[in-house]
């Protein structure tokens, strides 16, 4: 199964923009499973999951550690794993970068 690498942010209208098409992959796709990459505290990102009615899994991130280790320090952005975990899409930064990226636009 393909996975959608999303980086993204507590704090971030953009963020928040993709919101609801991540969980509508989340939620339908059979193709692929969505996975967040996030950073401030725990509290805030369950606070921001919970006000979009995100179910996705996010992983928290302490210093930018895997962001840097993708080579892009920005929100949001994402990108497209294969089956195997090796990266098959140039980075997707923004709304709708993302959507189309991901099939859903």
């Known amino acids: 199964e393909a996975t959608l690498l999303v980086f993204l942010g507590p704090d971030g209208r953009p963020c928040d923009q993709v919101a609801p098409e991540r969980e509508q992959i989340h939620r339908t796709?059979?193709?692929f499973r969505v996975v967040g990459i996030s950073?401030?505290?725990?509290?805030a990102n369950r606070l921001k999951a919970a006000a979009l009615g995100l179910t996705f899994p996010i992983a928290l991130?302490?210093?930018w550690?895997?962001?840097r280790s993708f080579g892009m320090?920005?929100?949001?952005?994402a990108y497209l794993l294969d089956e195997h975990r090796v990266?098959?899409?140039d980075v997707a930064i923004g709304h709708e970068a993302i959507?189309?990226?991901s099939g859903f636009g």
């Open 99 to 101: 959507v189309n990226v």
């Open 61 to 63: 991130q302490r210093h």
């Open 87 to 89: 990266v098959r899409s």
């Open 39 to 43: 950073r401030g505290s725990p509290d």
């Open 73 to 77: 320090v920005a929100a949001p952005v």
């Open 29 to 31: 796709s059979k193709a």
């Open 65 to 67: 550690e895997v962001s």
